[in-house]
C-alpha cells in the first residue's frame, strides 16, 4: 500500500552494497547520496499491538476492526546522521501483515514433472499460477468460516463457563490469499517451481489456528483437489477435504517482518521521505542541562523546526490519500454490521493516530 504522505522503509542492504562498491564509482556515490534517509530508528526494542485502523491502513480504515501494528522503540538519528543520537522515537509501521504460505498435501512442495493431460479429469491443476488464482475466491471464504466456525465453538463452551452470552465477536480473520511462485526446501524438491498460497490475516495470535485448520483441511469439491494420476498422491485421494502443509507458520510476526525486509536487532531501520508525527512534538531538547553545538542543534526534531507535510493535519476532517486500493475478496457469508463488531466508515472516529502514547520524545507513524 503506497502513498504520497507515506514513507516506505528502506532496506539496509542497500546501503551495504553501496558500501562495497569503488570508491571511485561517482555515478553509485550520488545514487547513494540520492537515498539519504529521512530519519533512522536503532532497532531497540519490536513489538505488535492490536490498533483501530487509521488513516495509513487503507482500506482497513473503512472496513475493518483491528489491525496489527509494529511499534519499535529506540534512538533516532536525523538524516542519516552519524552523530549521537539526542531524542528517541517509537515507530509505528502500518501494513505488514502476518501470513504463512500452504500448498495441498498431495500436490507436494514443487511442481510435478508429469504433464498435465489438459484437466481431463476435472481437476484444479495446482502446478499453473493463473488456475490457483481463479479458486482464491471460493479457497478464503472456506477457510474464513471454518475459523469462525471454530472460534464460536469455542465461545459457546466459554460462555458457558462463564454464564456471560454477550462474548460474541465476528470480526474477519483473514485479510487476504495471493499466490507465490517458489519450491519448497525442507526436502528434495526435484520439480520446478509451483504456486503457493500466501495467507495473509490480521491477529498474530491466530497463526496456530490457522495452520490447524489447513492442515485438518478444508471442504471444498473435489474439482478443486490435485489430480492424483499428476501427483502420484492415491493415498491423499480418500479424504473428503483438502489439507494443506503450511510453511513459515512457526516464524513469528516480529520475524517475519525482520526477513522481508533485511533487519536485525540494534541496527536502524531508515525511512524515506514522508510520514506524519504524533503531536505534541518537544518544544527544546529533554536535557535542558546540556549545552548543544548548533550542528546538535538542526539534528533535532522540534516543534519550531519541523514541517507541516509531516504532521498530521488537525482540522482535516477527509483522508483523500492517493492509494491503489486492494481487493480483499471480502467472503459474503460474513457479517459486516455494526454488531458485528465492524466499523462504519460513517460514524464520527476519534483521532487517535495523532496523539502520542509513549513516553518516548517523538512518535512517528509510517508504512512499509
Not at 516480529?254 to 505534541?280: A, C, V, W
Amino acid at each position: 500500500l503506497d502513498g504520497s504522505k507515506n514513507p516506505t522503509i528502506l532496506p539496509h542492504s542497500q546501503a551495504e552494497i553501496h558500501d562495497l562498491s569503488d570508491s571511485h564509482d561517482f555515478e553509485k556515490k550520488e545514487e547513494k547520496d540520492e537515498e539519504t534517509p529521512f530519519l533512522s530508528v536503532l532497532n531497540t526494542v519490536i513489538d505488535c499491538k492490536l490498533m483501530d485502523p487509521s488513516p495509513m491502513d487503507y482500506p482497513e480504515f473503512l472496513h475493518c476492526t483491528k489491525v496489527p501494528v509494529l511499534r519499535v522503540f529506540g534512538p533516532l538519528v536525523k538524516n542519516g546522521a552519524e552523530e549521537e543520537p539526542l531524542q528517541s522515537c517509537c515507530l509505528y509501521i502500518h501494513g505488514a501483515f502476518p501470513y504463512l504460505l500452504a500448498r495441498p498435501v498431495a500436490a507436494g512442495p514443487d511442481g510435478s514433472s508429469k504433464c498435465s493431460r489438459k484437466n481431463a479429469e476435472g481437476h484444479l491443476d495446482w502446478d499453473i499460477e493463473s488456475a490457483v488464482q481463479a479458486s482464491i475466491p471460493l479457497l478464503q471464504s472456506t477457510l474464513e468460516d471454518a475459523i469462525q466456525s471454530s472460534s464460536e465453538n469455542w465461545k459457546e463452551k466459554s460462555c458457558e463457563l462463564s454464564s456471560n452470552k454477550n462474548n460474541k465477536s465476528n470480526a474477519r480473520v483473514i485479510r487476504r490469499i495471493s499466490v507465490l511462485v517458489g519450491r519448497g526446501f525442507y526436502t528434495y524438491c526435484p520439480g520446478p517451481a509451483a504456486p503457493f498460497l500466501r495467507i495473509e490475516y490480521y491477529d498474530p495470535k491466530l497463526r496456530w489456528k490457522i495452520k490447524m485448520c489447513l492442515e485438518r483441511g478444508l471442504d471444498l469439491p473435489k474439482t478443486y483437489h490435485p489430480d492424483p494420476q499428476q501427483y502420484d498422491c492415491h493415498a491423499h485421494t480418500t479424504a473428503d477435504v483438502l489439507s494443506f502443509h503450511c510453511y513459515e507458520a512457526h516464524i513469528p510476526h516480529t520475524m517475519q517482518f525482520f526477513k522481508d525486509y533485511n533487519l536485525s536487532g540494534m541496527s536502524y531501520i531508515h525511512l524515506s521521505e514522508g510520514g506524519n508525527f504524533r503531536s505534541p512534538l518537544p518544544k527544546k531538547f529533554r536535557f535542558t542541562s546540556c549545552t548543544l553545538t548548533k550542528r546538535q542543534k538542526d539534528l533535532l526534531f522540534l516543534k519550531c523546526n519541523t514541517p507541516s507535510r509531516h504532521l498530521w493535519d488537525e482540522n482535516d476532517q477527509t483522508f483523500n490519500y492517493d492509494m491503489k486500493y486492494v481487493d480483499l475478496r471480502q467472503p459474503s457469508s460474513l457479517d459486516t454490521s455494526q454488531e458485528s463488531g465492524v466499523l462504519n466508515s460513517a460514524e464520527p472516529r476519534d483521532h487517535f493516530w495523532r496523539t502520542k502514547e509513549t513516553s518516548c520524545d517523538l512518535e512517528f507513524d509510517c508504512t512499509v
